[in-house]
T-cell receptor, first 113, second 115 residues
Framework: TQLLEQSPQFLSIQEGENLTVYCNSSSVFSSLQWYRQEPGEGPVLLVTVVTGGEVKKLKRLTFQFGDARKDSSLHITAAQPGDTGLYLCAGDWSSYNTDKLIFGTGTRLQVFP | NAGVTQTPKFQVLKTGQSMTLQCAQDMNHEYMSWYRQDPGMGLRLIHYSVGAGITDQGEVPNGYNVSRSTTEDFPLRLLSAAPSQTSVYFC??????????????FGNGTRLTVT
């Protein structure tokens, strides 16, 4: 059973377009992390959201945590070829540090020039 | 700092063979973990350790063993390789646990093929 579902699984867009990636679960998370992974490398942390309804911005990337802390979204404005990669959400359940971080199924993004 | 170092980068095994995937970190992190990555499945946790001498099972532990004799090293052992263990394996570490103030740092992975 996959606890964290991401959609879409694949996304191919032209440079300059906007896109949104979703991360959904039936479980409530204490925090949710977003990672980006490039070919041949390990995932790298982009952002962590903690509070229900929280919005964080990282240049052209906007991350939102759902009010009920069961879902999150990543919105990219004016996508660039450098945004190409695999985007992974990951959730934990504790109020502080827990032992297990569970990852979503991933969204593979391709941005064409 | 080198961060998290995994060796080897690539490995081909025959069914039934055993091997050890190495992972070392130089950040003095207490927490270390192993994930496998398969297409469409994201990353799945195999085993993890919250400190030297302590290990525990993740989501998919069958067929794998781990030990943590030092803070720096966390090897993953495949006892009798099976084709279902063909995957990319990632080692990751964090300062303490995996909560909001302790993100994971990943190695660059080991691509394993079992024939």
């Amino acid at each position: 059973t996959q606890l964290l579902e991401q959609s879409p699984q694949f996304l191919s867009i032209q440079e300059g377009e906007n896109l949104t990636v979703y991360c959904n679960s039936s479980s409530v998370f204490s925090s949710l992390q977003w990672y980006r992974q490039e070919p041949g490398e390990g995932p790298v942390l982009l952002v962590t959201v903690v509070t229900g309804g929280e919005v964080k911005k990282l240049k052209r990337l906007t991350f939102q945590f759902g009010d009920a802390r069961k879902d999150s979204s990543l919105h990219i404005t004016a996508a660039q070829p450098g945004d190409t990669g695999l985007y992974l959400c990951a959730g934990d359940w504790s109020s502080y540090n827990t032992d297990k971080l569970i990852f979503g199924t991933g969204t593979r993004l391709q941005v064409f020039p | 700092n080198a961060g998290v170092t995994q060796t080897p980068k690539f490995q081909v095994l025959k069914t039934g063979q055993s091997m050890t995937l190495q992972c070392a970190q130089d950040m003095n992190h207490e927490y270390m973990s192993w994930y496998r990555q398969d297409p469409g499945m994201g990353l799945r946790l195999i085993h993890y350790s919250v400190g030297a001498g302590i290990t525990d099972q993740g989501e998919v532990p069958n067929g794998y063993n781990v030990s943590r004799s030092t803070t720096e090293d966390f090897p993953l052992r495949l006892l009798s390789a099976a084709p279902s263990q063909t995957s990319v394996y990632f080692c990751a570490s964090s300062f303490q646990g995996v909560g909001y103030n302790s993100p994971l740092h990943f190695g660059n992975g080991t691509r394993l093929t079992v024939t």
